[in-house]
């Protein structure tokens, strides 16, 4: 039996059989914390990513819970970022990259054959470390996605979901004035907090973001954490970040990968305060990474 606590997380005391001791598979032993959850957005169960004959995730068991903002951390090159693309399949496009195991959102394999992946990252969308706007004006970046997904009828309409997400995403008093400008005039936080608005403007249900402060500055970045926390009542967010400040100012959750194991998970303040394993330890405490 798993144990559950107030919020529907449970203990991985467990699931798959897992033992305390360390295994082959599982040299740190198995996760430790709270990996699963009763509302689970996505359910991931023995999730391996390989570059070639090179595994860079390895057998990785975790719900992301609706609704919840979740933190990935660890040393670099532990499989975070590769672990974040797989939850919309953006794995694909990279020769030579194979996922195995079960992936659901919502219930639904993400890797199905007949999954459109384009509907997929429609609904989870994704924000990248570096701004990354169109060469376009601020009202045709944020306009695209909607124009392509056929969600307005009327010019108007697209008006309203344009407004409706810039200023979802804080930035509509900055720009409404300058709507036919380019994006590309404007600073870097300006144009990552654009990349947000233009992640919403196709109404997902989840938001991918993939180190989306390590190109800002500090006021800059306060301002997208500041938009996190408030995305976080109408989103599901999960965001890899090398900050542990960051990790544990903006999410519920973190996990701490460790050469693509999941080695430790479980709400914030718990990782931070009295962390299980002795690896998730040595890292928040500096001795590595
Ligand atoms: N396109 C690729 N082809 C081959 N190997 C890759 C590719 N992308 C990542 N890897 C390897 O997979 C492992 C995990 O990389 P990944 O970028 O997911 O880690 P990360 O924890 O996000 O790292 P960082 O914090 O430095 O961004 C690393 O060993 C990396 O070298």
């Known amino acids: 039996m798993n144990t559950m606590n107030a919020t ?4 991985a005391t467990t ?8 295994t082959e598979d599982r040299p740190y032993g198995p996760t430790r914390g709270q990996p699963f959850a009763d509302e689970a957005k996505f359910k991931l169960r023995d999730v391996s990513v ?3 004959d090179t595994a860079a995730i390895k057998k990785v068991s975790l719900d ?6 979740i933190s990935f951390i660890g040393p670099s090159g532990c499989g975070k970022s590769t672990f974040l693309r797989t939850l919309n399949r953006m794995n694909d496009s990279i020769d030579g990259c194979r996922v195995e195991g079960q992936l659901t959102l919502d219930g ?10 384009v509907e997929l990252r429609a609904r989870v969308g994704m924000v990248f470390q570096k701004p990354n706007p169109f060469p376009k004006s601020i009202y045709d970046n944020v306009a695209y996605g909607p124009r392509i997904h056929g969600l307005a009828n009327r010019k108007s309409e697209l008006d309203d979901i344009v407004e409706r997400s810039l200023r979802g995403a804080g930035l509509w008093e900055e720009v409404k004035d300058r709507l036919d400008s380019p994006a590309t005039g404007f600073s870097g936080g300006q144009q990552q907090r654009l990349c947000i608005a233009r992640a919403i403007a196709v109404s997902p249900e989840v938001v991918l973001m993939d180190e989306p402060c390590s190109a800002l500055d500090p006021i800059a970045t306060a301002k997208v954490e500041e938009l996190i926390s408030e995305l976080s009542e109408s989103y599901t967010i999960v965001i890899v970040t090398h900050s542990m400040q960051q990790a544990a100012r903006v999410s519920d959750r973190t996990a701490y990968f460790h050469l693509g194991h999941l080695v430790e998970v479980d709400e914030t303040n718990q990782v931070f305060t009295s962390p299980q394993h002795e690896l998730t330890e ?8």
């Open 108 to 117: 639904d394999d993400i890797y199905s054959d007949s999954r459109d992946v």
């Open 50 to 52: 390989y570059y070639g």
């Open 64 to 69: 992301v819970a609706r609704n919840e903002v």
């Open 15 to 22: 699931e798959g059989g897992q033992t305390a001791d360390a």
């Open 8 to 11: 529907g997380i449970n203990a």
């Open 282 to 289: 040595s890292y928040i405490t500096g001795r590595f990474g």
